[in-house]
């Protein structure tokens, strides 16, 4: 699919988007220690947040303002780093909003909607005739401008995103409950009974936490909710719902509006919030042919690019062969006598001699030393793996050094490593 797919291409000049960006994301145990979950490392080069910003960019919107909150110093030198081309002279706009107790002196961001209501007046200063919310912490593909469209044209007060999921897993989400028109009738938060699709028993719809509203309409629906003592303030628990109820809620189907180039089979979406969704989101791009064609080049993933130099492999011995093998390997990644197998390693990530890896995920400047051996693992940024390590083998004594998963996979920080040496 094109990023031209759109015959106007005019909506999205007018929308601002508003990234909501301020995640915990502690499901992400120690990988989220020090960031916030939009911060996170996704395949080899990116942050998860790239993915929302630049399906903002290449769907033409050219106004983005992202809110921030929870441990928020890496993601925002990230945004500026990498999201600074943008320029005011354009008319575009990139603004980072952190929670910074602008209406009370002892108020953070509360919840979603809160979040977009203490900035409402930056917000209105800007003009935009549409809002886009977005969430910051997910992975897909998907033409905002497309979205936008049906929004307009069903004259609906609130459009939101949502995906097909089976319907017993949809009881962690928001789900929806739709007529044939696919205005929605009812909306619950993770109901323990999601309610079927129409004509499809066995699915449900679940929203993505995608929202789409006219602008006068969003400020007017903000400030009553401020006024409403029993609210918790979020778009999911507190907005919709009441929107359902009282105005015109659209569902948009993320089929309609997914990006896929030739070799994707399925809109692709997922939320890598868990150790184990992480790891294999990551590990399956190295699939022959994965589920999300990040080679795309009609539809650029933005991000930070490093300068460094291209990857290197070095010695050419029985047993200490630089080599991988349906691996992704980043830039300034030297490969000394090591064997990397159906692995993922970032930028800048040095493997010794005698060392092998298989199912890893190696986040930025990892050092593997001479004669470790690493399977299912995740290896935060900047950790020295001693020599002759072993993890992957033993399950049990895996789990006594680090952080080991429902799923079998293991977390290794450089806290853990140093408590070994202890």
């Known amino acids: 699919m094109s990023m031209r797919q759109s015959s106007q291409r005019r909506l999205g000049r007018n929308a601002l988007a508003f990234v909501l960006a301020g995640g915990r994301g502690s499901r992400l145990k120690e990988l989220t220690d020090t960031r916030a979950k939009p911060a996170v490392y996704f395949g080899g080069k990116s942050r998860i947040i790239d993915f929302a910003l630049s399906n903002a960019i290449n769907s033409g919107i050219r106004r983005i303002t992202v809110a921030t ?44 909607a809160d979040a977009v209501a203490q900035n409402l007046d930056i917000i209105e200063s800007y003009g935009p005739d549409l809002i886009v919310i977005l969430a910051g912490d997910h992975i897909y593909k998907m033409d905002y401008e497309l979205m936008l469209e049906q929004h307009v044209a069903s004259g609906a007060d609130v459009t939101v995103a949502c ?8 009881t962690g989400f928001g789900v929806m409950k739709v007529d044939e028109w696919s205005r929605i009738i009812d909306f619950v938060e993770k109901p323990a009974d999601p309610p079927p699709m129409p004509g499809k028993p066995d699915v449900a719809l679940a929203s993505m936490g995608i929202y789409v509203f006219d ?25 919709i719902p009441y929107i359902v109820k009282h105005g015109k809620a659209i569902a948009h189907h993320f ?18 919030g868990t150790i184990d969704a992480f790891w294999q989101a990551n590990i399956d791009l190295t699939d022959f042919v994965p589920e999300l064609d990040i080679y795309d080049q009609n539809w650029p993933i933005w991000t930070y690019a490093e ?8 010695h050419d011995e029985d047993g200490r062969r630089g080599q991988a093998i349906s691996s992704l390997i980043s830039g300034n990644c030297i490969i000394s006598g090591a064997r990397i197998d159906k692995s993922l390693l970032f930028t800048g990530v040095r493997a010794h001699s005698y060392s092998s890896l298989e199912h ?16 299912r693992v995740v290896v935060d940024r900047g950790v020295n793996i001693p020599p002759g390590l072993v993890v992957g ?6 789990a006594k050094r680090f952080r080991y998963s429902e799923g079998g996979v293991v977390l290794i920080t450089q806290s853990m490593i140093d408590a070994l040496e202890d």
């Open 69 to 112: 909150q929870y441990k928020a110093h890496s993601l925002i030198r990230h945004l500026q780093r990498g999201w600074n081309f943008l320029r005011p002279e354009r008319n575009e706009i990139f603004d980072i909003l952190p929670a910074s107790q602008r209406v009370s002196e002892d108020k953070w961001y509360v919840g979603t």
């Open 163 to 170: 995906i097909e999921v089976p319907r017993m897993e949809a």
């Open 215 to 239: 602008a006068p309409f969003l400020y007017d629906l903000l400030r009553r909710d401020e006024g409403q003592e029993d609210s918790s303030h979020d778009f999911g628990k507190d907005l």
């Open 255 to 272: 089929s309609d509006s997914c990006v896929r180039s030739g070799v994707e089979a399925a809109p692709y979406w997922r939320d890598v």
């Open 307 to 314: 300068v460094t130099p291209p990857a290197k492999f070095i």
């Open 360 to 375: 890893v995920v190696a986040l930025p400047y990892v050092t593997i030393n001479r004669g470790a051996r690493l399977k």
């Open 393 to 398: 083998e033993d399950p049990e004594l895996d």
